[in-house]
């Protein structure tokens, strides 16, 4: 009996150990983590990413500078884009980490903090760009159609001051980002993404609450865009309205470029954010559920190859501040012109000169006196007969 009971407890002593071994060793080597991405993909982004980093910071650069030294105008469409290409260089600042992230074989080195500070960052401003392209749609659309002061811009009264409502809307815009970007950033994440930062995230466990601040910001977009559409089409039905029913105005024409180029606006906003915001329901509605690593390596390549699109925007806003701001398009054309212009003038005036001369040369014939009193019954043998002078004429000239 007292040999059984022994063996028995030196048994469950042998278990414990294994079982605590096991679980030590675990613990040490946690189960590997799912490869996401591919050493080719994470080289194109890399190389994509530089390319937007470099011709979005050169063209918001130029744009703001014309807005805050150039303009002269005071409007809400100025402060508007003004503060949107403040967005897009804070987002262009995040870029570079995200490059050398991937051209590091998606290895990140700054620790947690910074990689969700970075992230959001990005994000937040990805969607003050776009709240901001929102209300500069629905301030063309209150100034059309409004009336008297309406027309020169909406105010709003707050402490006992009239205020320009968008001082108002980007002030309250920016305050609310980034007391929303708090949060975000003192969030604990997942302790397995130690050495990784911009990859699929499941929050099927933990951290419930980002995906449904992201789906939120999903459906924000949407009803960003349904005001977009609604106020260009309106303003560009009203425009083409009166150009058609007074051709005779000044304007007439004008209308129609500006109808037009609303439609252009709404176009470049679709093509960069609309793809991503389609898939990004599908995204989130993964990250709480439990997938495969297959799966997961779909949704995570989608989603940054749906996210190049959004990032593209950085460097399609100057365009659309060109198409937007005369001042924008004048600097630019003076910016352009001041340095070709004086190779431009001298090889015009040389192809001037040179095509005048060989015109006097080849004029020589048609203006010199002669008799030709052939009969204009038939225009081609008039013509030919013409040509024929023309050459033994040129001919014996020579």
């Not at 909406?154 to 968008?166: F, K, T, V």
């Not at 001298?346 to 001037?352: F, I, P, Q, R």
């Amino acid at each position: 009996m007292n040999l059984n009971s022994t063996h028995t407890f030196n048994s469950s002593i042998s278990s414990i150990i294994y079982s605590t071994t096991d679980a030590t060793s675990l613990s040490a080597n946690p189960p590997p983590v799912c490869n996401q991405q591919n050493e080719a993909f994470n080289w194109i982004l890399a190389v994509v990413y530089s390319l937007f980093f470099i011709f979005g910071l050169i063209g918001n650069l130029f744009a703001l500078w014309v807005f805050i030294f150039l303009q002269a105008s005071r409007n809400s469409v100025r402060v508007f884009l003004i503060n949107c290409a403040v967005a897009d260089l804070v987002l262009l600042a995040c870029l570079p980490f995200r490059i050398f992230y991937h051209a590091n074989g998606n290895k990140w080195v700054l620790g947690s903090v910074a990689c969700k500070a970075v992230g959001n960052l990005f994000y937040m401003n990805m969607y003050i760009s776009i709240a901001l392209l929102g209300c500069i749609s629905l301030d063309r659309y209150l100034r059309l159609r409004g009336k008297g002061r309406a027309k020169r811009g909406i105010r709003i009264r707050l402490c006992g001051r009239s205020w320009p409502w968008s001082w108002v809307v980007c002030t309250c815009l920016w305050t609310f980002s980034i007391l929303a970007l708090v949060p975000m950033i003192a969030t604990a994440e997942d302790k397995e993404f130690d050495n990784k930062c911009f990859q699929y995230k499941p929050r099927n466990k933990g951290a419930k609450g980002k995906a449904y601040f992201n789906g939120a910001l999903v459906i924000m977009f949407w009803i960003v865009f349904l005001t977009m559409m609604v106020s260009y089409a309106r303003v560009a039905a009203q425009l083409l309205k009166v150009s058609r029913d007074k051709p005779d105005l000044p304007n007439a024409q004008r209308y129609q470029r500006t109808a037009k180029k609303s439609f252009f606006v709404l176009f470049l906003f679709t093509i960069c954010f609309g793809p991503y915001h389609a898939f990004r329901p599908i995204y989130i509605f993964s990250q709480l559920q439990d997938i495969s690593c297959d799966y997961i390596q779909l949704m995570n390549q989608s989603n940054e190859v749906m996210l190049l699109f959004s990032a593209f925007n950085s460097c399609l806003d100057p365009i659309m501040y060109f198409i937007l701001s005369g001042s924008v398009r004048k600097t630019a054309f003076k910016t352009i012109g001041r340095g070709f212009s004086a190779r431009l003038v001298s090889l015009n005036d040389a192809t001037s000169n040179s095509s005048t001369i060989d015109y006097r040369r080849q004029s020589v014939p048609f203006v010199s006196p002669g008799n030709d009193s052939t009969p204009r019954s038939s225009g081609i043998v008039n013509s030919t007969r013409k040509t024929s002078l023309v050459t033994a004429h040129y001919s014996g000239n020579k």
